[in-house]
């Protein structure tokens, strides 16, 4: 075992340049998955808050007395999904419209009787929050006698699910993008060490070598190779987080962003698993 090492050893030392530049080359590559898990990270992030800050304001027919109205807000409370009810009379909406109204009031001239409806305020259960249960929930809701209108921002609540659903995809498209990169590119440097040592190993085969024994330290150089790489990522997606923290103190959208540090202690294992299974698809393409 030793013997091998010595021998990966050698070779990586031997052909440092091909090595060093297919190690800065992962490196790049690994970094671009960082931004990439940077990126689904924080759209995640906010898809997740989403909940707390999505209501559904169920408007109310303004025939009802206050019994029904309280019989109507206990029914809503009752439902799954339902987090919290908050009424809002007609009298105070209208003085929120009047607040909200200060620089313009000359809108409200004239208006005598109170237009508003009486209205639920409906906040839902973050665990359970989804489109469709929020859309399912809606459906009841609509059928229901003391019920005028519903409002829940649905083109927003849509955008927000389909964008989602859009950067999971470019994700996931990126993520095994990169994989194949860093994969093709470890595969093309092991043909090339192996071509360039073939005397080399003709002679090992003469000397009753076994197959084994020869793609060892191929393997190892493969490994090797990936795990510099992955400790290249490291160094480069630190120099993109600090820019980004930097960034932050310019920029409050990207101060309120969250980078999954974590993350960078994974790159070099990454780095190592590719590394060897370039090693081992182009070991396999390669008859002995």
Known sequence: MMYLLGLAIKSILREK???????????FSLLILSMTI???YNIEGVSDKLPEKFTIMVYLKDDLSSDEIIKAQSQVEGKELVKEVLYISKEKAFSEL?????????????????????????KIKKELFSVEKVES?????????????????RGFLDFVHSFRTAMRAVGIFFTLLIVFAI????????????????DEIETYKLLGATAGFIRAPFLIEGGVIGFLGGLFGIAESYAFYYVIVRLGHNIPLIGFMDFPVQFFAVLPVVGLMLGLFGTIFALGRIRF
């Open 38 to 40: 940077f990126t689904v």
């Open 17 to 27: 340049w091909i090595n060093l530049l297919t190690s800065i080359t992962i490196g």
């Open 183 to 198: 994969i093709f590119v470890i595969y093309s440097t092991v043909k090339i060490l192996f071509y360039r040592r073939k």
């Open 98 to 122: 009047k607040s909200n109204l200060k620089g313009s009031a000359f809108v409200l001239e004239g208006i005598e009787d109170n237009p508003l409806s009486p209205s639920f305020e409906v």
């Open 137 to 153: 929930l809606i459906d009841i809701l609509q059928d229901e006698p003391y019920v005028e209108d519903i409002d829940y921002g």
